[in-house]
């Protein structure tokens, strides 16, 4: 399908795993992409691998999303190169655990500022190019942590915080043509993921009714779908992506 043909995707977090897996995708529906993470060399890498595949142009950008000049500058320049902003995805995010009791002013900060104060820099910079168009798609990730997960306040509450943010844009977007949706994934098999030990991965794929982890191909389907012109009707909604574990626990 080329449902993105003539459309231009930004990317947070593209560099690699889930993002570099959804910007690879619009790409090949035929969408233009602007990719930006915080290593030029990852994002350079990223940008020159979807090209070839996708005969489309993916353009690297070194942005820190806490940072809102450099998140103007980067929609700007986007809107220079490549004429149009359509689509964003909000995927940019870190991780700091710690025991509540335990968890820094730093590690509080750092988490919320690159998760949350992210989503907002970056859906306040599309916005008015995406009202004026009278079209536009905002998907941010969040995670089955955003009701939730010991040893996460952190992220928990900047995941709690990207869906209730994603809910109001979805409220102040809908009579512009803009949507705004939230994709929280379970359990996915990227490289954070392989680096547990095998007897832990094999505990969690356990507890997922679907009796596999994700794969980044999995969120790519579901925004693909949601930053559609076929998704024009859905828009306020979480989905959790995660092979049933978000269901709960079945007694037999």
């Not at 992220?155 to 990207?162: H, L, N, T």
Request: overall charge negative.
């Amino acid at each position: 399908m080329r449902r993105y043909e003539g459309r231009v995707a930004l990317v947070t977090g593209a560099a690699q795993g889930l993002g570099l897996a959804m910007a690879s995708r619009f790409a090949a529906e035929g969408a233009d992409v602007a990719l930006c993470d915080v290593s030029a060399d990852a994002v350079a890498e990223a940008a020159d691998g979807i090209t070839p595949a996708s005969g489309q142009k993916a353009l690297p950008f070194v942005v820190d999303v806490s940072d809102s000049g450099q998140v103007n500058r980067w929609v700007e320049d986007v809107r220079v190169a490549l004429g149009r902003v359509d689509v964003l995805v909000n995927n940019a995010g870190i991780v700091r655990d710690a025991r509540v009791e335990r968890m820094t002013d730093d590690e509080w900060e750092a988490v919320v500022a690159v998760s949350l104060r992210g989503m907002f820099n970056c859906v306040r910079a599309v916005f008015p190019a995406m009202k004026e168009a009278g079209y536009g798609r905002i998907v941010s990730m969040a995670s089955m942590s955003w009701r939730g997960n010991f040893g996460q306040a952190n992220y928990s509450a900047a995941k709690a915080g990207i869906v209730g943010m994603a809910r109001t844009v979805a409220l102040e977007g809908a009579p512009h043509g803009i949507t705004s949706n939230v994709i929280a994934p379970g359990p996915i098999d990227t490289p954070m993921l392989a680096s547990m030990k095998d007897d832990i991965r094999e505990m969690m794929v356990g507890r997922i009714p679907v009796r596999r982890l994700g794969r980044p191909e999995d969120i790519a389907e579901t925004a693909s779908f949601l930053c559609s012109e076929a998704a024009g009707f859905v828009t306020g909604v979480v989905v959790d992506v995660d092979g049933g574990l978000g269901i709960g626990v079945s007694l037999r």
